[in-house]
């Protein structure tokens, strides 16, 4: 979800307002023996939605909704444990139910707004942002929600008129510094959004587990004006903070099982899915070394489809162990149990979880760039699939690694000598890989992308063998929601202040680049 729609939970929950008798829609009378029994429904999936419990929420909230379906605020509780569960079919539809119900609810109109944006539709989001800050105008959520869908839809400026009035006194907190932040490179206001991550974080509740984040922003902000020592030091103290574990020496045993069972005698062996879909594109590789620029290019082409960071792949390998648990066999030897039909299986599993996001493109990418480890798996269930190997400079991939505050668990990154040990354990997944796949990889250096973009475009269409299109060499202006730490770079023309970033923190790094030696 995205910041706004999380300050939009902190601040409403999921309770709404009214009651069964004041919301529900005329002429709809129900039973009293029907209305109390939603309620306790309702009431039972309050407790479990502010456990996080969010699956056993949305049972209630249905079977509350059943009872009584014409109450708003039990199709708006709905909504929301959907949209926090990862039930998206339910949220828009009920949300839209709770609206056309009770047209006055601010919340649903807020929670719809956040909804639409963050999945790609900022400008359907507009309207109903607007419409909840006019039912109440004085919500500082509210109106850093509707800051948030103003500058997503491109209107930074405008985003900044409504919070200017709140950043004097911080009214918002931490959400007001995370919106802030987000426009304010856009509008030449870096140093002032730092200031006031440090009044929040200094004066206002932030939870332990968001502190990090502020942090981060802090960092970015203090890059992007020139002040490297203080953004360091802030990435820094995010770590401290987050204290994220992680063992490098386990790690690297675990690598070295996995790469050890995927010899090319033992993936020769192993049985093949027979589908036949070429649908499939891994974009892969450390993060922040290009995966979201080169989807970026590549879902500008009519015949691709940029589905974004998917976990599909993870969830075959957790399917895999399931299988098999009975036996005790771990991944990935617990493939040696599986067969044909078990591939086929699983592989659709894969196949339509990208076909629910477009069932039409002839290539639908998959840039989680963490699929480098699963990339024996994705041969026995994809084996017609095509991978994009992004590569770039390591110092500035770990040096950016160690600066971005990732929205998923990236516990290598918690300090600079884990992530080196983890960064050549990758190099040697990928070694390995190249040796004993037969599916293509392709590898496209950041850093010849910046030199040569249309040359690069070029050769990863050829890749795919698909034509030419003018729109790859246009990739910014491309509206497609990207939910990852690279959004705001894929929208903007190539640039090439990236390359070589690493020499301004270069006292800052001596264990990394000692670990991790420049590509010369």
């Not at 963050?118 to 419409?131: D, I, K």
């Not at 006194?169 to 870096?190: P, Q």
Request: aromatic letters at 8%.
């Amino acid at each position: 979800m995205t910041n706004a729609l999380r300050a939009s939970a902190s601040a409403e929950g999921c309770e709404g307002s009214g009651s069964p008798e004041q919301s529900r829609g005329a002429g709809e009378a129900v039973g009293g023996d029907a209305v109390t029994r939603a309620r306790d429904e309702a009431a039972r999936g309050d407790v479990l939605y502010l456990r996080g419990e969010f699956k056993p929420a949305i049972e209630r909230f249905q079977e509350a909704v059943r009872l009584v379906p014409g109450e708003a605020l039990f199709h708006y509780k709905l909504a929301c444990a959907a949209a926090k569960g990862g039930e998206q079919r339910l949220a828009e539809p009920h949300f839209l139910e709770a609206i056309r119900l009770n047209p006055g609810h601010a919340s649903a109109h807020d929670w719809l707004a956040q909804w639409y944006l963050n999945h790609g539709q900022p400008e359907r989001a507009l309207g109903y942002s607007e419409t909840a800050l006019r039912l109440a105008p004085d919500n500082p959520y509210f109106i850093i929600s509707r800051a948030s869908v103003l500058n997503a839809a491109g209107d930074a400026r405008a985003a900044w008129e409504l919070l200017e009035p709140l950043v004097g006194s911080a009214r918002g907190g931490m959400w007001l510094a995370v919106n802030y932040a987000a426009i304010a490179r856009k509008i030449g206001h870096e140093l002032q959004a730092a200031a006031l991550i440090e009044r929040v974080l200094r004066e206002s509740p932030v939870a332990t587990g968001a502190r990090p984040h502020l942090h981060y922003l802090a960092a970015g902000l203090l890059d992007a004006a020139g002040l490297y020592d203080e953004a360091f030091a802030q990435a820094r103290v995010a770590k401290e903070v987050a204290r994220l574990p992680f063992d490098p020496a386990f790690h690297s045993e675990i690598v070295s099982r996995r790469l050890e069972y995927f010899s090319k005698q033992n993936l020769q062996a192993l049985p093949r899915a027979t589908h036949g879909s070429r649908r499939p594109v891994f974009i892969l590789g450390m993060p922040r070394s290009g995966t979201s620029l080169v989807e970026q290019i590549l879902a500008s082409h009519p015949d691709v489809f940029g589905g974004g960071e998917l976990d599909l792949l993870l969830r075959a390998v957790r399917s895999v162990v399931a299988m098999n648990r009975a036996k005790g066999a771990v991944y990935p030897e617990s493939l040696d149990f599986i067969s044909v039909a078990d591939a086929d299986r699983l592989a659709a599993g894969y196949l339509d979880g990208i076909a629910s996001l477009n069932a039409d493109a002839r290539y639908v990418t998959d840039k989680m760039p963490m699929n480098f480890q699963f990339l024996g798996l994705a041969e026995v269930l994809l084996p017609d699939c095509r991978v994009i190997h992004c590569v770039r400079d390591p110092r500035d991939t770990c040096l950016s690694c160690y600066l971005t505050g990732f929205a998923t668990d990236h516990e290598f990154t918690g300090n600079l000598g884990h992530l080196a040990a983890f960064y050549r354990d990758y190099v040697r997944m990928m070694e390995h890989w190249k040796k004993v796949l037969t599916v293509p990889i392709l590898e496209v250096r950041y850093e010849d992308v910046v030199a040569d973009m249309p040359g690069q475009a070029r050769r990863m269409l050829e890749f795919l063998d698909l034509p030419w299109d003018d729109r790859c060499l246009s990739f910014h202006e491309n509206k497609r929601h990207v939910p990852t730490a690279s959004r705001d770079q894929v929208r903007k023309p190539l640039y090439a202040s990236s390359i070589g970033r690493w020499k301004h923190y270069e006292r800052h790094i001596p264990e990394l680049l000692a670990l991790v030696p420049g590509i010369g």
